[in-house]
Nanobody, 115 residues
Framework: QAQLVESGGGLVQAGGSLRLSCVASRTIFSTNAMAWYRQAPGKQRELVARITGNSGIIYADSVKGRFTISRDNAKNSVYLQMNSLKPEDTAVYYC?????????WGQGTQVTVSS
């Protein structure tokens, strides 16, 4: 497993942008998938974006065209650039890494979008 630390959350007005970062405490290999999930109050945790070892990327339909996931393997990090934020994007955002079938999660970072 790896310890993951997210940062970059905060309060932003609708239409604004935030960039989330997640750094792992150990080496993340280029073949390990990394992802961002989010959980809004009263709702289940949902996948936001995922980037696989060969840089295959998937996005939730609700964020396509607005969010961009990227990774820096040299820094054991994954990022989420969030543009054109909407109030419905308000949630705790979690970083996730799949280390050969073992999932690691960060503690989450709060993103609040005001209307």
């Amino acid at each position: 497993q790896a310890q993951l630390v997210e940062s970059g959350g905060g309060l932003v007005q609708a239409g604004g942008s935030l960039r989330l970062s997640c750094v792992a405490s150990r080496t993340i290999f280029s073949t390990n998938a990394m992802a961002w999930y989010r959980q809004a109050p009263g709702k289940q945790r949902e996948l936001v974006a995922r980037i696989t070892g060969n840089s295959g990327i998937i996005y939730a339909d609700s964020v396509k065209g607005r969010f961009t996931i990227s990774r820096d393997n040299a820094k054991n990090s994954v990022y989420l650039q969030m543009n054109s934020l909407k109030p419905e994007d308000t949630a705790v955002y979690y970083c996730n890494v799949d280390l050969f079938g073992v999932l690691s999660w960060g503690q989450g970072t709060q993103v609040t979008v005001s209307s």
